[in-house]
């Protein structure tokens, strides 16, 4: 009975898919706002997206935890310049998470932190093994790589917070 | 949820005690050196070796052949406190007997897969419900299933006159020479008929004639010999005739006087006689069942006796007595047929066996989600049974409604078939073509009546359990027991069987002025939905059984009270509940509760309550779209079946011509793909008739008719594509297809092969553009279609955006409106995506201020932008996938850098000491040894590929919704994690002295901790990336 089924996709097949055909520079100022992520859920919840992940967009989470957050997912890369290209690539399908985590990173960087904050922020999420392993250090490990997450971002890098 | 679930369904272990209270068995440890990894062979045999206690390699091998022992999941590796590595069995008492008795006797018991075999050879039960069961065959001559003796009173005047002859002691048969086996014979050169006798004893054939005459079978000779042997003078076995005749010598001379006369004869057997000949003859050759019939007589014979002691004080005492006799046989019965755990499905066709498997099938489902879902897990199971039929029951239903002529199978398949063959035959393009319509209707015919039968099957499936149900009904029927609406055979399954059979019923009766008018307070239309579902209710489920046994007056009660029951569900939608089921099954249950009824019969009322719920909605909306059809809400009854029935027909036509559409399009842009043209060497008429008429008769196989159609006179379809065009004629295309052949050849042309050249300076493709525009009137989709394969050719990948932009140019050269361009579906939200289109234009509207228009276009972006995640979602799909790191490390090297075995894969080295130059080791990455370009705190490698794959699959099952709602909706497309695998599933080392306690130093050690990163593919089709994963010992 279900001869008219149709087999859906087939002419997609091979191409890039719809969510990362976009022109991002087009929408920077919209992906440095700080209510982006509010704006999703609203629009996400209408569309009948999952709950949970509406509910994910309208609670930020704290700071330390996008950060290592952004850490875990970048370690497995191994040296500077595998991150590197590592972060070229992510710019060119997924700019805006890029936008938001080096947003956290500075805004960690800029405040004052509790002791060994970065130091195990650098030693366990990172999973780098410095060989001066002091908390300084680690700030500066995570300040090389902002530089470099703003550097790759380029013209889509959010501005500076005063 | 039980782990044995699927190899002892619960239904076979009812009623009987639960084995599982064995005591705990010590588990088998099979040591192994560091790195020394064992295949499933050898760790059997060595696991083997360690349980019978030998070093005997031939003592090991005859065990695993005996037994058949195998081991079929991997084994759990673990250390103890000394890093001894070791596989780890844990034996449970079936290997643990077979071990012993190997020991003891050298014979292995079996185990395994050939356990199971064996099991189902020998037919002892518990049997596995995913295998297919062996189902007894009937004996044949098949016995009847009913009490075993059979009352038969003697009135006639020519009993015998002997007076110890008491006539209710003996069975009467009339028996004429016609009944025995007889053989020609010449005497003395005349011919003669005579009886043949076995053994030289006519009694024999006697008692196997009368036997045959009263119970339609025969008993095994060597039983009737037993009872006949020393019993030649004077124990009363039979008479023949008015005489007496007990011995030899007068059976021989009544059987004599009979054949020669040619008369019927009045043969006398001895109940008692007959009685044990019966019980010898089932327990010599009997089957399950017999054996179960005899149980049954007996405990029905019991209780008979019990009842026959007590002495009724008054007529009501003797009321209630036989009310409790009754139940008890009953209640006997039923614990008798369930304990018996036969299964009475018979299975003597192809179809019925399917039936049946397939019915396991659905039991095996539905059980494995009462057990695993902690609402249903809890519940009584005599509930969960009910629940199992009531599933069965829907099956049941859809295939009873493909089973008749009339039936849905007429309006889907066969009508379009028909309709092909009809129009074909009504054109003549069947003689001209070379079709022979009338081979192929033969052809289909035959089909049909296969598929009647397999429907038959299916609408009578039953699981184990709901056959044996039947049987018990049966039995309570031919016993002459009080059967009650409950007591109806599958009487679950029968509310499953009433959606599926009540809705065309229903849907017709609420359109012909239900639940509408109803609502409006008409008192007509609610008589006119009790009677409805007395029809359904009553005819289907009790009425039908009651006017079997001729009870009509039944028939109609209880053909009344489903017409009530019936009625309660529309009036709980009437009552604000809203036609949600859930409350009516509350309202069923708390009506029941009051009531007293069992849980059983509770959830049996809800069965049917939803049935009829459903079929109501389903109505509802036949009655809107009749409606709609008519222009008005009232209609009749035909009415009502004649818009039905041409709803379902254009439905039908139209699906079809689309698919033939469809196929058409496919065709053509195939053939461009293959050729880069529609110029095509065109065969000659016959060739192509004489393909279509080999294909025809495979039209039987429904649409896939439709494309072999299509597919075999492709040049056909290729030769008409665009060939009505006006604006842009098929010569215009072709000579525009040849400068781009000749363009293509030139030195430019490679380049713009290479590079991929804008549209717009292709005017030749906007020739080609504009043709299929006008060819494809299928709309957009057929137009992205016929222009992928021509873009191709030029080196060129369009975009949708590109697409659609060429399209409405097109559009707009054509005069065609875009309104009628189908860009792509609408989703949750009210706007079309033409409308969204739209709504992107920044122009600020008629009563729009700047303000507005700014945000309307804001939205329109997101919503488009958004609305692609959301089918994203859909399309990655609630089913986990599965993945095989070694493929996904292959496919995904180059640019997604996955490398999960390169760096973690459990053949990277451990040591750094030994290892050459250069060498990647786990230890190193500690040191940030090369080629490692870094040192880290946390280097590890899985234990080896297997558990590196199940590990990552047992958490992608897990977490999928996770890990695909991070895919789509986390703005990293990623998905992060570090989870804990539970058992040890890599090792390697860490930094002791991180966090600056010293020089770096590699420690040694185990781990259970998994960290794993997932990224989506961005090519089409939607799937994830394993990027790395790997056992790690860090984390916050």
Redesign the interface.
């Known amino acids: 009975m279900n001869n008219q089924e149709s087999k859906p996709n087939d002419e997609k097949k091979g191409k890039k898919l719809a969510i990362f055909d976009v022109d991002h520079f087009a929408l920077k100022e919209k992906y440095w706002s700080d209510d982006y992520n509010l704006k999703q859920a609203d629009s996400l919840e209408r569309l009948g997206a999952p709950q949970r992940v509406v509910d994910n967009l309208r609670n930020p989470k704290p700071t330390v935890e996008v950060v290592a957050n952004f850490l875990s997912g970048i370690e497995y890369l191994g040296g500077w310049e595998e991150i590197r290209k590592g972060l070229r690539e992510t710019v060119s399908y997924a700019p805006v998470g890029l936008i938001q985590n080096l947003k956290a990173l500075e805004k960690l960087l800029a405040t004052p932190q509790e002791k060994d904050v970065c130091a195990k922020l650098v030693a366990y999420d990172f999973n780098w093994s410095l060989d001066d392993p002091s908390d300084e250090n680690a700030k500066a490990h995570l300040q090389k790589l902002a530089e470099m997450t703003r550097e790759v971002l380029g013209e889509l890098a959010p501005p500076k917070a005063e | 949820m039980p782990n044995n679930l699927f190899l002892t369904p619960s239904f076979v272990a009812v009623g009987r005690d639960d084995q599982t209270n064995s005591q705990q068995i010590p588990p088998f440890d099979v040591k192994v050196s560091a790195g020394e990894f064992l295949d499933s062979k050898e760790l059997a045999a060595r696991l083997i070796r360690l349980a019978l206690q030998t070093t005997d390699e031939t003592k090991v091998a005859d065990f695993l052949r005996q037994s058949g022992f195998e081991l079929k999941d991997p084994l759990p590796r673990l250390n103890d406190a000394s890093g001894q590595t070791f596989y780890r069995f844990e034996p449970d008492e079936k290997f643990q007997k077979s071990i012993e008795s190997f020991q003891q006797t050298g014979t292995a018991l079996p185990l395994g897969e050939k356990q199971v075999e064996e099991d189902i050879l020998s037919n002892k039960t518990p049997q596995p419900l995913v295998r297919q069961p062996p189902i007894e065959l009937l004996p044949t001559p098949r016995r009847p299933f009913a009490p075993l003796i059979k009352p038969s009173k003697i009135s006639d005047s020519n009993a015998p006159s002997r007076s110890d002859f008491n006539p209710a002691d003996w069975y009467r048969v009339e028996l004429s020479p016609e009944d025995f086996v007889k053989f020609q014979r010449s005497r003395n050169g005349k011919e003669q008929t005579q009886i043949k006798v076995a053994d030289g004893d006519p009694r024999l054939e006697i008692y196997q004639a009368a036997l045959n005459k009263l119970y339609g079978g025969k008993f095994s000779e060597d039983v009737v010999a037993k009872l006949l042997d020393g019993r030649d003078d004077n124990t009363s076995v039979f008479y023949v005739g008015t005489n007496t005749a007990q011995t030899k010598d007068e059976v021989v001379k009544n059987l004599t006087a009979a054949i020669k006369s040619g008369n019927s004869y009045n043969f006398y057997i001895s109940k008692s006689s007959t009685e044990q000949l019966m019980r010898a003859e089932i327990a010599a050759h009997g089957d399950a069942k017999d054996k179960l019939n005899l149980q049954i007589a007996d405990s029905l014979a019991a209780i008979d006796e019990k009842y026959a002691k007590i002495e009724p004080q008054n007529m009501l005492h003797a009321s209630f007595l036989a009310l409790s006799k009754e139940s008890e046989k009953k209640a006997a019965i039923d614990a008798l047929t369930s304990a018996s755990g036969i299964d009475f499905r018979a299975n003597e066709t192809e179809a019925g066996k399917s039936a049946n498997y397939a019915a396991d099938v659905v039991e095996t489902a539905t059980r494995t989600l009462l057990e695993s879902n902690p609402l249903y897990s809890g519940m009584p199971s005599a509930v969960k049974d009910e629940m199992v039929k009531a599933t069965v029951g829907f099956v049941r239903g859809g295939y009873s409604l493909y089973q008749t002529g009339k039936g ?1 199978n007429d309006f ?2 066969d009508g ?1 078939t028909d309709g092909a063959l009809s129009v074909l035959k009504s054109t003549g393009l069947d003689k001209q073509i070379g079709i022979d319509t009338d081979k192929v209707q033969a052809a289909l015919n035959v089909r049909r009546a296969k598929e009647a039968e397999y429907a038959q099957a299916f609408s009578q499936m039953g699981t184990a359990q709901m056959s044996q149900s039947d049987a018990a009904y049966s039995y309570k029927q031919a016993a002459g027991l009080s059967i009650k609406p409950y007591d109806l055979p599958n009487w679950a399954a029968k509310g499953g069987e009433l959606t599926a059979k009540a809705l065309p019923y229903i849907a017709i009766g609420v359109a012909t002025g239900g639940v509408g008018a109803a609502v409006g307070g008409g008192g007509r239309a609610l008589l006119a939905e009790i009677g409805l579902s007395a029809v359904t209710t009553g005819a289907m489920g009790t009425g039908e059984t009651y006017s079997l046994r001729r009870e009509y007056i039944p028939a109609i009660k209880a053909g009344g009270l489903a017409a009530a029951q019936g009625a309660v569900a529309p009036l709980s939608n009437r009552l604000g509940l809203g036609g949600d089921l859930a409350a009516n099954t509350v309202y069923s249950v708390a009506l029941g509760k009051l009531e007293g009824k069992s849980d059983v019969e509770v959830f049996q009322d809800a069965v049917l309550q939803n049935a009829i719920g459903l079929g109501m909605q389903a109505g509802t909306r036949a009655h809107t779209e009749i409606a709609a059809r008519l222009g008005r809400s009232e209609f009749t009854r035909t009415e009502a079946q004649t818009a039905l029935k041409d709803i379902f027909r254009e439905e039908v036509a139209t ?2 011509q ?2 033939i559409r ?1 196929i058409e399009v496919e065709t053509v842009a195939a053939h461009l793909a293959e050729t880069g043209s529609l110029a095509t060497k065109t065969q000659s008429k016959p060739t192509i008739g004489e393909g279509l008429s080999a294909k025809a008769a495979e039209l039987q196989l ?3 008719n ?1 494309k072999q159609r299509a597919l075999t006179a492709k040049e056909e379809i290729v030769a008409n594509w665009g060939a009505k065009n006006k604006v842009v004629t098929r010569e215009q295309y072709e000579a525009a297809s040849r400068r781009i052949q000749n363009r293509l050849r030139t030195p430019e042309g490679v380049e713009y092969r290479n590079s991929g050249i804008p549209l717009n300076n292709l005017p030749d493709i906007g020739v080609k553009a504009a043709f299929h525009f006008e060819a494809a009137a299928g709309g957009f ?1 057929e137009f ?2 016929m222009m ?1 394969p021509e873009l191709a050719q030029v080196g060129r ?1 369009a ?2 955006a590109e697409y659609e932009e060429l399209y409405r140019t097109k559009a707009a050269e054509a005069r065609v409106k875009p309104s009628e361009i189908e860009l792509a579906k609408a ?3 009210q706007r079309t995506d033409a409308q969204l289109k739209a709504d992107l234009d920044p122009a600020v509207r008629a009563g729009e201020t700047q303000q507005q228009a700014q945000r309307r276009v804001e ?1 329109a972006k ?2 488009v ?9 859909d ?1 990655l799909g609630a089913m986990p996938r599965r993945v095989t790191v070694q493929a996904n490390d292959i496919q995904y090297k180059t640019f997604d ?1 996955a ?1 999960t075995r390169e ?1 973690h894969g459990a053949n990277i080295v451990m040591e750094r000491a030994g290892a050459p130059n250069g060498t990647r080791t786990i230890e190193g990455r ?1 040191y ?1 040894d090369a080629p ?7 280097s590890y490698k899985w234990l080896d590929d297997s558990t590196m794959n199940q590990t990552i699959n047992e958490y992608m099952q897990k977490n999928w ?2 890990i695909r ?1 991070d895919l ?7 998905h ?1 994690a ?1 989870f804990d695998a539970g058992k040890a599933i890599g090792e390697g080392y860490y ?1 002791k002295n ?3 306690l010293g020089a ?1 130093q590699a420690e040694y050690g185990k781990t259970s901790q998994v ?1 794993i ?1 997932i990224k ?7 799937s994830p990336i394993i ?2 994963s ?1 056992p790690a010992g ?3």
């Open positions: 849905i889907v398949n379009l699906s079809a689309n698919k469809q429904g649409g896939r439709l989709k992205v279609a992928n990948v975009t949708t989703k949750l939200t939205q997101d919503e932008s958004n609305r692609g995640r959301v089918d994203l979602y399309a850098k490398h760096n500690i940030g490692w370009d870094r040192a880290e705190n946390f919704n996770q709602e789509v909706f986390n703005e990293e497309h990623n992060i570090l930094n991180m966090g600056g770096r960290k990163v989506l593919d961005q090519i089409e089709p939607p990027v790395t790997y860090g984390g916050r």
